[in-house]
């Protein structure tokens, strides 16, 4: 191991990611700093990602590392990622991506880190696109590194989702807590194991790049329609996270004994309601300007629009050309 006296194991897991995961891993391999636990599972891919790991591996050639390779034959998405953090050795995980290229010192330089702050999560800095796991929750004012307290991933409300390429986490943020659900694994874990390190102990936010970005694919900037519906189930997810973050904070109290750290959750507790309420009321006015157009996300079933009709034919426009059209089907239903 490196001269750190913090021990993490490096958790990779890629599904169907052949054109990314080389990078991924060999960047991994080349980390300075001495030998470092690292894992590259495959979650059930059906394209040629195994034969890309095994490749690379060959290509590097001897390294210090203890490599551990795993081939699973069925995809279990963020709860293979899940599992894999909960069944370590060592106290601590960090989690790598397909798309990451990590810089040479990232590892030792978060265990340093994590020797010097103790903290539960930390978060990086990137030149990904979106910024770090809870670098939102500092946008504008953060500047440096530093403590990040719960209240500041809870109540920033304009961040996208962002992936887990630059988190390093205590596996205590899934041993504290009831085991997730499968809603829960949809949820963008970044920001929730943020939260859970902020109320079990620290969040602590490094104002380094250690690690670059390739993206998947390009945005298309042309497809409006893609962009607004996104709006849409962008406060979805942030709702479902926030809700969330309430459940833990719940489920935290019950091990809580002394007064303050009692009064301070409550106050934490009050203050993600108004959050609630606030993303409630942003997604309501998204979701009925949208819907006014008939722009609805793809995941939107039928019996939600059969339900929804007498409200969005309420809502809809009333231009020249859709009063020509409702009058056409009127017409025609009444035939």
Not at 47 to 57: C, G, H, N, P
Request: proline share 4%; hydrophobic share 35%; aromatic share 4%.
């Amino acid at each position: 191991m490196a001269d750190s006296k913090a021990s993490a194991t490096i958790v990779l897991v890629a599904r169907n990611d052949a054109d990314l995961v080389g990078g991924a891993v060999a960047s991994l391999l080349a980390q300075q700093g001495g030998g470092y636990p690292i894992q590259v599972i495959d979650d059930g891919s059906t394209d040629a990602t195994w034969d890309r790991i095994q490749d690379v591996i060959k290509t590097v050639g001897p390294h210090d590392h203890e490599l551990k390779t795993v081939r699973c034959p069925e995809s279990k998405g963020p709860r293979r990622l899940i599992e894999a953090i909960e069944k370590l050795e060592t106290p601590y995980a960090i989690i790598a991506s397909p798309e990451d290229r990590s810089r040479p010192e990232r590892v030792e330089r978060i265990l340093r880190v994590i020797d010097s702050t103790a903290a539960a999560v930390i978060a990086t800095n990137r030149t990904r696109l979106g910024g770090s796991v809870i670098e939102h929750a500092g946008n504008g004012f953060r500047a440096r590194s530093g403590p990040i307290d719960a209240r500041e991933i809870a109540f920033h409300l304009g961040c996208t989702p962002t992936t887990l390429g630059t988190l390093a986490v205590r596996t205590d943020v899934l041993h504290a807590f009831p085991t997730l659900s499968g809603p829960r694994l949809s949820e963008d874990l970044g920001p929730l194991f943020g939260f859970r390190g902020s109320i079990i102990d620290t969040s602590y936010y490094l104002d380094e790049t250690l690690v670059d970005f390739r993206p998947i694919r390009e945005t298309a900037t042309l497809d409006v329609r893609s962009r607004e519906t996104c709006r849409e189930g962008l406060f979805a997810n942030l709702i479902a996270s926030r809700t969330g973050m309430l459940n833990d904070l719940r489920d935290l109290r019950r091990e809580q004994s002394s007064d303050g750290e009692e009064t301070t959750l409550v106050h934490l507790e009050a203050s993600l309601k108004g959050v609630l309420i606030e993303l409630v009321e942003r997604w309501t006015q998204a979701r009925e300007e949208l819907w006014s157009r008939d722009m609805r996300p793809c995941w939107v079933t039928q019996h939600e629009l059969k339900e929804s009709n007498h409200r969005v034919e309420r809502l809809r426009p009333r231009s020249l050309i859709g009063r020509v059209k409702q009058a056409i089907s009127r017409q025609r239903s009444a035939a």
